[in-house]
């Protein structure tokens, strides 16, 4: 797959189906993970692959108590508010996450990244992202969260035997199966509009009306 393609098509990919993903391209996706760079090259990571459905079903039943929390507490009154206002893309996100909180168990593949002593995540996300990039490049959609770390870290370690006594955080559930919708562009604000040059407030030099994936990238 072309580099841009799979740089510009890449986005959350939440309703997939149960169908498994062959271990050659979980294998795949977990060797580009860790050819990511890292803080001072100390590759302090650890990813656990489940495909086991009673965990898959105990995962789901976390993930589904830390969804209802999240609505409760930080995206309270959100899904009103769009429907009030006609924000169709801040609906149309919600009841994408919400399939995904209703049918977390029968996602085929959940990555969970784990970490330490890299407390901002500029390590771990890289290493994410490359894992994202190659399953695009399989045909596999992800979709990259971070409620189940935040809400329920401590049963989901117990759960899953994680030597939390050792420094090891979650940085991300990572879902994984083969789409029910399609690939494409996300729509965006032009990049110039929320880019400054060299002080803040100061417009660059460019502008960008239209994505330049596929027809008008550059010359290398």
Not at 79 to 94: F, K
Request: with cysteine; hydrophobic share 40%.
């Amino acid at each position: 797959m072309d580099l841009y393609e799979a740089l510009y098509t890449t986005r959350a990919m939440r309703r997939v189906h149960p169908d498994p993903v062959p271990a050659e391209v979980v294998a795949l996706m977990l060797d580009a993970a860790v050819r990511a760079p890292s803080g001072g090259n100390t590759q302090n990571w650890r990813w656990l692959t489940v495909t086991d459905e009673a965990t898959r079903r105990r995962l789901g039943e976390l993930y589904r108590q830390a969804w209802d929390e999240l609505n409760a507490t930080i995206y309270a009154g959100r899904r009103e508010a769009a429907q009030a206002t006609g924000d169709e893309t801040t609906v149309r996100i919600m009841r994408s996450s919400q399939w995904l909180a209703d049918h977390f168990a029968e996602v085929p593949l959940v990555i969970l990244p784990y970490h330490r002593n890299d407390p901002s995540g500029a390590s771990i996300y890289p290493a994410v992202w490359n894992l994202m990039l190659a399953a695009r490049g399989q045909g596999v959609g992800t979709t990259l969260t971070t409620i189940l770390g935040i809400f329920r870290p401590d049963e989901v370690a117990e759960l899953l035997g994680v030597p939390t006594d050792k420094g090891w955080t979650n940085a991300a559930a990572v879902t994984c199966g083969y789409p029910k919708g399609r690939w494409g562009v996300a729509a965006r604000p032009p990049a110039h509009e929320v880019t400054y040059a060299e002080r803040w407030g100061e417009p660059p030099a460019w502008r960008i009306d239209e994505p330049l994936w596929p027809d008008h990238l550059p010359a290398p």
